[in-house]
């Protein structure tokens, strides 16, 4: 028989155990759900977490001087080389360590490159970085560093996207086997196929020529159809 203190304490127990928040029913001993963010210049997504913990080193130079260490930053994404000397000049004040400092450099990267990538409105990056933490003046730094180079980030980053060879033309022919020197009885048909592509920036022709039995040229339809499936589900959803 339980004690009525015992009882009680139990009792007690299970009211913690059903306590509400919001609309979901949670226990006092489990671990609290992590509240996921949507961010326009990260495509949509959360933004990883190194950057929330990292993002707050930024918050220890002026935002004069951010704006300059934003400047240096979009010059390195275009192909600049970084310069080193001027960036730790920047942060002299900041009592940063060189890690501090890699760390302010790859936030700002991971910045200025994203919302290049999925073209996020100006005033958009501007909200979203103050929702990170990052002070009005910071934020507006970085987005005057963003703003004066967007054109050039974008076409930067077209550039560099995926970009397959062109096909110019596809030659095939079908041989029945009869044997080999290595088998004596074969019996099955043999695909040989040649598929001429030209380079992006050249119109020299490069030839690809192979042979594949039925079976594999069969497996090699199939890939494609799945292949082109995704890419037109892509093209809807844009």
């Given at each position: 028989?339980?004690?009525?203190?015992?009882?009680?304490?139990?009792?007690?127990?299970?009211?913690?155990?059903?306590?509400?928040?919001?609309?979901?029913?949670?226990?006092v001993?489990?671990?609290?759900?992590?509240?996921?963010?949507?961010?326009?210049?990260?495509?949509?997504?959360?933004v990883?977490d190194?950057?929330?913990?990292e993002?707050?080193?930024?918050?220890?130079?002026?935002?004069?001087?951010?704006k300059?260490?934003?400047?240096?930053?979009?010059?390195?994404?275009?192909?600049?080389?970084?310069?080193?000397?001027?960036?730790?000049?920047?942060?002299?004040?900041?009592?940063?360590?060189?890690?501090?400092?890699?760390?302010?450099?790859?936030?700002?990267?991971?910045?200025?490159?994203?919302?290049?990538?999925?073209?996020?409105?100006?005033?958009?990056?501007?909200?979203?970085?103050?929702?990170?933490?990052?002070?009005?003046?910071?934020?507006?730094?970085?987005?005057?560093?963003?703003?004066?180079?967007?054109?050039?980030?974008?076409?930067?980053?077209?550039?560099?996207?995926?970009?397959?060879?062109?096909?110019?033309?596809?030659?095939?022919?079908?041989?029945?086997?009869?044997?080999?020197?290595?088998?004596?009885?074969?019996?099955?048909?043999?695909?040989?196929?040649?598929?001429?592509?030209?380079?992006?920036?050249?119109?020299?022709?490069?030839?690809?020529?192979?042979?594949?039995?039925?079976?594999?040229?069969?497996?090699?339809?199939?890939?494609?159809?799945?292949?082109?499936?995704?890419?037109?589900?892509?093209?809807?959803?844009?």
């Amino acid at each position: 028989h339980k004690s009525p203190a015992l009882k009680n304490c139990l009792a007690g127990r299970g009211r913690l155990a059903d306590r509400k928040t919001g609309t979901r029913t949670q226990s006092v001993f489990e671990e609290p759900a992590r509240l996921v963010m949507r961010f326009r210049f990260c495509g949509g997504l959360d933004v990883p977490d190194w950057v929330l913990k990292e993002i707050t080193l930024l918050t220890k130079i002026s935002s004069i001087r951010m704006k300059i260490m934003g400047v240096e930053v979009v010059r390195e994404i275009l192909g600049a080389e970084l310069n080193y000397a001027k960036v730790l000049k920047l942060t002299e004040a900041s009592n940063m360590d060189i890690s501090d400092l890699k760390a302010c450099i790859a936030v700002l990267n991971f910045v200025f490159s994203n919302a290049a990538k999925y073209d996020a409105e100006v005033s958009v990056i501007g909200d979203e970085l103050q929702q990170l933490g990052l002070p009005k003046e910071h934020a507006s730094a970085i987005v005057g560093s963003y703003s004066a180079n967007r054109g050039d980030l974008r076409a930067a980053f077209l550039a560099r996207r995926l970009q397959l060879p062109k096909l110019k033309k596809i030659d095939w022919r079908v041989d029945y086997v009869l044997g080999s020197s290595t088998l004596k009885e074969v019996n099955e048909p043999s695909v040989q196929l040649r598929i001429d592509c030209t380079a992006l920036d050249s119109d020299v022709v490069t030839p690809h020529a192979f042979e594949m039995t039925y079976g594999k040229l069969g497996v090699l339809l199939q890939e494609l159809k799945t292949a082109r499936g995704l890419m037109d589900a892509l093209r809807l959803e844009e």
